[in-house]
């Protein structure tokens, strides 16, 4: 199984020239899922657009993906066609409280699923969530102006439930400022 970390968004809320580089606590804000995703994958990679600015990803690979469209779906049927055949877990980039624990509940939750997907207060979070290689087909079908979600339902994911401090995204700089204070406090 790969770790793949997306990054290709734009992150233009946050004001930040990238939004992976952000920093947290005073870490770049894409190393929290890398290091969760590293813990219990024996390869990973940051999936974005060649323009992104990424920080030193240590032993990390850096998968380009194209520059169209953008959408987090191309990320993950990006990483998937990489990954030859494997398995992919991936994670948003803003996602700084996912945990390598949270990421082996998806994997132990049902191997044999096309998609195992992380829900929180009842929705479905398809950027964090364990996509299996046949679940590609469907994903790179999909019309490229589809929601996400409805795209990942046609896959009926297995859904493994975690709280919602887990599935936090970092979207704006008030959020940012809330998971530092978080991070301090821990």
Known sequence: M????????RGSRLGEESK???LLAGRPLVLYPLEALAAVC????VV???????????DAERWDEPDEPQHPLAGIVH????????????????????????CRS???????????????????????????????????????DTALTKTVEELHPTRVAFPSHLMKSINTPEDLEHAESKRAGA
């Open 42 to 45: 024996d390869r990973v990679a």
């Open 106 to 144: 998806l994997i132990r939750a049902q191997p044999k699923a096309r998609a195992i997907v992380a829900v929180s207060d009842s929705v479905l979070q398809p950027t964090f969530a364990l996509y299996a290689p046949q679940a590609l087909p469907t994903l790179k079908a999909a019309p490229p």
């Open 2 to 9: 790969i770790g793949a970390v997306l990054a290709g968004g």
């Open 79 to 102: 990483a998937l066609e990489r990954a030859d055949g494997e398995a992919v877990l991936v994670c948003a980039a803003d996602m700084p409280f996912v945990t390598a624990e949270a």
């Open 20 to 22: 992976p580089a952000a």
């Open 48 to 58: 974005c657009k060649s323009s992104t600015r990424l920080p030193d990803l240590g």
